[in-house]
Structures are given as structure tokens and as C-alpha cells.
């Protein structure tokens, strides 16, 4: 089992659509995990940040973590064109060793 | 907003040459790191550097490999005897805490190899 796993899409929706991305992971000693925007020739940019399990909201984008599961979640309400990204789930146990996801490539049509 | 800066954007390098890339992490962060991202695969850790030495590293950061803060501002990572499986995007990274808070990368520097 890989110890990260995204579903790499490609996902499309029309504008205004609620985006739900997923990861799952097999490492039980994570605990930090991120949620990171790439756009196409530029680097990883941090959306969400959250610490264990329970849910983060930060204007229209809102994470959640589920360890007993090892499932992470990023929801996008409202989607707009310039939500037409790669998005990137990484986690880490905390000794700088971040290990991410493949990375979902969504498009958010007008 | 504060940022991470990475020089040169795009590299052209033939086998065997040796490269180094550059990186000005966030001034207040303490503690910076090396990714590779292939052509179409994963974001891969290639290593974390703080206190003016490496703390971890990955099976992929082999001899061929070095990093160094030569000076205040910089972080450089130069890889030796470069090879064709070299090319690839590098970004660095930087945090100001090992754990607590997050990595913030910089926009990449595209290496290829001829």
C-alpha cells in the first residue's frame, strides 16, 4: 500500500460547484497535514494546515481530518475558475520528512 | 507576503556537470528543505538542514548530493556528476519551526540535464 494515495483525476465541475478532494495514507504516526495549491510552473502553495483530527475552515476552503481512518478531505464551496489547480495532500509526523500526495488536477469551468 | 526565492528558474546542464541551486528562504525561518519533482510524479523530500547541518534525509540524497548556507540569506543544493534521471523541478522550502508550523516552498527551479 502506497503511503500516500490521491486520486490524481482529472475533475471538472462548473463554476459554483462544492470540490471535494481526498487522500488516504497507512502511516499511523502522522500528524500534521497540509493541503497545498499548485499552479501549472509554479511551486506548492499552502492552503490548509491543520494538527490531528477534526475539521479547519478558512473562507470557502475547509479541511478535515479523520485518523481513525487515516482520510483527509479539502472542500471548495463555491468553486471559481481560479480554483483551476493541482492540489497537493501532504502530511508529515513531524520530523520534517513531509511526504505528499500525487496530486489532483482540477478544473473549474465558467 | 513574505516569500521563498529560487534562482535561476530554468537550468540547462550537460551530464556530468556539476549544478548548484539557490535558494533565499524567509528571513525568520530556521529551517529549510530540498524537494524534486519529476515530470509527472510526486513532490519527493530530498532533505531538511537546520542549525547549519543536515537533520534528515531521503534514500534519493546520496553522495552525489550536498547542501550548504554559505552565508546568512542563502541555501544552496549541488548536485555532482549530474545525470539524465536528474532532470527534474527542485524546490525549496522553508519553516520556522521543525513540526508546529508549515513548510512555505518556493517556485521551483526547473533542471534539465542534456
Known amino acids: 500500500q502506497k503511503e500516500v494515495e490521491q486520486d490524481p483525476g482529472p475533475l471538472s465541475v462548473p463554476e459554483g460547484a462544492i470540490v471535494s478532494l481526498n487522500c488516504t495514507y497507512s502511516n499511523s504516526a502522522f500528524q500534521y497535514f497540509m493541503w497545498y495549491r499548485q499552479y501549472s510552473r509554479k511551486g506548492p502553495e499552502l492552503l490548509m494546515y491543520?494538527?490531528?483530527?477534526g475539521n479547519k475552515e478558512d473562507g470557502r476552503f475547509t479541511a478535515q481530518v479523520d485518523k481513525s481512518s487515516k482520510y483527509i478531505s479539502l472542500f471548495i464551496r463555491d468553486s471559481q475558475p481560479s480554483d483551476s489547480a493541482t492540489y497537493l495532500c501532504a502530511m508529515s509526523a513531524g520530523n520534517n520528512d513531509m511526504r505528499f500526495g500525487a496530486g489532483t488536477r482540477l478544473t473549474v469551468k465558467p | 507576503e513574505p516569500e521563498v526565492t529560487q534562482t535561476p528558474s530554468h537550468q540547462v546542464t550537460q551530464m556530468g556537470q556539476e549544478v548548484i541551486l539557490r535558494c533565499v528562504p524567509i528571513?525568520?525561518?530556521?529551517?529549510f528543505y530540498w524537494y524534486r519533482q519529476i515530470l509527472g510524479q510526486k513532490v519527493e523530500f530530498l532533505v531538511s538542514f537546520y542549525n547549519n547541518e543536515i537533520s534528515e534525509k531521503s534514500e534519493i540524497f546520496d553522495d552525489q548530493f550536498s547542501v550548504e548556507r554559505p552565508d546568512g540569506s542563502n541555501f544552496t543544493l549541488k548536485i555532482r556528476s549530474t545525470k539524465l534521471e536528474d532532470s527534474a523541478m527542485y524546490f525549496c522550502a522553508s519553516s520556522e519551526s521543525a513540526s508546529d508550523q508549515p513548510q512555505h516552498f518556493g517556485d521551483g527551479t526547473r533542471l534539465s540535464i542534456l
Open positions: 491543520t494538527y490531528s483530527s
Open positions: 528571513s525568520n525561518h530556521l529551517y
